[in-house]
Structures are given as C-alpha cells and as structure tokens.
C-alpha cells in the first residue's frame, strides 16, 4: 500500500488518485499555524508508516506555500519510510532557468536545491515528479540526494483528440515543436515563429498551413497568455478553420485568463496541476480541464512490485 499525502490545495486530487488506483490510500495532515503565522504542522498516526511507501503531492504556485509544504515534505523521510515520491505537477520557477545579466538569480536552480535536501529513504533517494518542465535542462540542477523524473501530460491531449477530426497541431515556437512535436506525427504540423517587439509579440507561420483545420495549439504553460493569442490570431488570418489550445499548466496569475472567455478559441484544454486557477475555470467555456489523477496514480505505482 502507498500512502498519498497532500498539501490543502491538492487534496481533492489525492482522493481522486487514491479512487483510481486500489494500492493507493490517502492520510490527513493538520495544517495549521500559530499566531505569529508559522506553521503548526502534523502528520496524522506518522507511527505507522515506518518501512512504508509514501508520497506527497505538492503545490508550490504561490511562494508562500514553498516552506509550509517543505517542512512535512524534509521529515517524512526522517520515519524511516521505505520509498518517497513527491509529485510537484508543476514547477513554478521554470521560466527562471537562465541569466542575461549579472545579478540576475535563476531560481529554478534555488528551488532545485531545496528540493534537493530531501533526506534518503529506505531504499535510496526520494524521486520527484514534474509534469513537463518548462526546460528540460533544469533535471541537472538537482543533486544526485534525489532522482528528478521529467513526466508529461501531452499523452492525456492526444486521448483527448481522437475524438476530434480534421486537425493539426501549431506551436508557437520550435522550441515547442522540438519538445512536443514527437507525440503528433499522424497530424499536419505548423512551426510558428515568436519574435518580441518590446511589450509586444509578433507570430508569423513558419511551417505548415492551418488552412481549413482544425488548429490546435499546444505549449508546456501559460503566464500571460499572449504567445497564445497571438499565434491564433496568426492561425485565423491563414484561414484555420477552427484554433483550439492545451498548456498543461495553466497558470493565469492576476486573471490573465480573461481575455480568452471571449477570445474565439473553440477549446481550452488545461490540466489541474495548478488546481487554484484550474478549480476556479472548470466550469467556464472555452476552458475544459483534463485530470492528472489516473497519469499520477500509474506514476506511483510504478517499481512497487511487492505490493500485495
């Protein structure tokens, strides 16, 4: 049995985990704080789980939240747990993987390394789980203390589409179409390309005609929102017939996802590994989330032959 526990936001897709999997069980955790607003933390019946598997589901999209879940996240290991998986769907300071200038601080490395500091298991280092990185190259930011496993919720998108017909697959720059392009060989695919004018975005086709499709975006996240509503307004002035989207991390801070409610996107597909904003934009059209929680349920589940 493996014992999935949560952080509060991501506690309704826990119970969803655990509904998709038999070997999979939730435990609560006492999250409250004292008056000075620290923590006040505890792991209910923690006795038990000694030379157990365990697993943490993570939420780190607000900063505030980082060392609330740190601190469960560094003493599970201490219990002497056989196994330890934490899965942090998204990774929040992906797009801060590089430096133009000194002085800048790539955080993505910071929080890499605090993520490092997981203490041994049982059985070896604790593995995380990330939902398409937003570079790939940040797995060398984490120390050999913990085993970084780079997972994606592109294969969800393609189940998605063989519903739909008489599509094709844009990205919005090749660095999108180097990292997603292998999942959609069966469909017409179209290159696009984003240079940044100041404040602005321009988007031009480079490969491909949308002509008559069908279109549908696909990217690893979205901030702003602008690379996309771009690129479809590139789309339809080629004559797509249609312009849908997927990010797999929808992350709209400061309601960026408003435009989009009027935009003309016939599809929105997001997934709820920021389950905030994901929660909040499931029931309004052109949005449509598709669930994390049979792709995790497999995750954890995997190298635990001896299970009964």
Not at 48 to 67: E, K, Q, S, Y
Not at 213 to 235: E, F, M
Request: with cysteine; glycine share 6%.
């Amino acid at each position: 049995m493996i014992t999935l526990l949560a952080c509060p936001q991501m506690r309704d897709l826990a119970e969803r985990i655990a509904a998709a999997q038999a070997h999979i069980q939730t435990a609560p955790i006492r999250w409250e704080y004292f008056t000075d607003g620290f923590p006040n933390l505890l792991v209910e019946n923690i006795e038990v789980i000694r030379n157990h598997h365990l697993a943490f589901l993570a939420a780190f999209d607000t900063p505030g939240d980082i060392f609330t879940q740190l601190s469960v996240i560094y003493e599970i290991p201490r219990y002497a747990v056989r196994s330890f998986k934490i899965v942090l769907p998204y990774y929040p300071t992906g797009t801060m993987e590089r430096v133009d200038r000194d002085g800048q601080i790539a955080t993505a490395a910071t929080l890499a390394k605090m993520l490092s500091g997981v203490p041994m298991t049982l059985s070896g280092p604790t593995q995380v789980i990330i939902f398409d990185i937003h570079a790939l190259q940040e797995r060398f930011y984490f120390s050999d203390q913990v085993i970084p496993r780079l997972e994606s919720g592109v294969p969800l998108l393609r189940d998605r589409l063989a519903a739909h017909e008489n599509l094709a697959i844009a990205f919005p720059d090749e660095g999108a179409w180097k990292r997603f392009g292998r999942w959609f060989q069966e469909y017409p695919l179209i290159v696009c390309h984003k240079v940044r004018d100041g404040g602005q975005r321009r988007i031009s086709i480079r490969e491909g005609d949308p002509a008559g499709k069908h279109v549908v975006i696909v990217d690893d996240l979205a901030l702003s929102g602008g690379t996309l509503l771009a690129c479809q307004r590139a789309l339809k002035a080629a004559r797509a017939a249609a312009v849908s989207a997927y990010v797999t991390h929808g992350v709209f801070p400061d309601k960026a996802w408003e435009p989009f409610l009027q935009a003309g996107f016939t599809h929105f597909w997001m997934t709820d590994s920021v389950p905030r904003t994901a929660g909040y934009l499931a029931a309004r059209p052109p949005f449509e989330i598709i669930s994390l929680d049979q792709a995790i349920a497999r995750l954890l589940m995997e190298d635990q032959q001896d299970l009964p």
